[in-house]
């Protein structure tokens, strides 16, 4: 029974930066692997970022170099920095968790906070 919420979207102008939070309750918080999705008007969710335990990440290749997700286990929290946003980044940006050990699909999300609007526009 994990619930997840974000915060931290809201406007912002292209080049500046921004940082998501998301908190977690619910389950054994280090057992997730923890990620971020994104949903831009009229497009489907896509994957952005995700990080295990231990830290390690990954990255779309569009965030790659702009983009840092971190995880703090002790306070259930994770977090996506978002630097160098573009208009492109907007988007409805989604915490989610995985129990699997590999979480390639969509589907293997099992848990979903009610994201975060993030706009970037001058």
């Known amino acids: 029974q994990v619930q997840l919420v974000e915060s931290g979207g809201g406007l912002v102008q292209p080049g500046g930066s921004l940082r998501l939070s998301c908190a977690a309750s619910?389950?054994?918080?280090?057992?997730?692997?923890m990620g971020w999705y994104r949903q831009p008007p009229g497009k489907q969710r896509e994957w952005v970022a995700s990080i295990v335990e231990d830290g390690s990440a990954n990255y779309a290749d569009s965030v790659k170099g702009r983009f840092t997700i971190s995880r703090d286990n002790a306070k259930n929290m994770v977090y996506l920095q978002m630097n160098s946003l573009k208009p492109e980044d907007t988007a409805v940006y989604y915490c989610?968790?995985?129990?699997?050990?590999?979480?390639?699909?969509?589907?293997?999300?099992?848990?979903w906070g009610q994201g975060t609007q993030v706009t970037v526009s001058s």
């Open positions: 619910g389950g054994i918080f280090s057992s997730y692997i």
């Open positions: 989610a968790a995985c129990s699997k050990l590999v979480c390639r699909d969509r589907i293997e999300w099992s848990y």
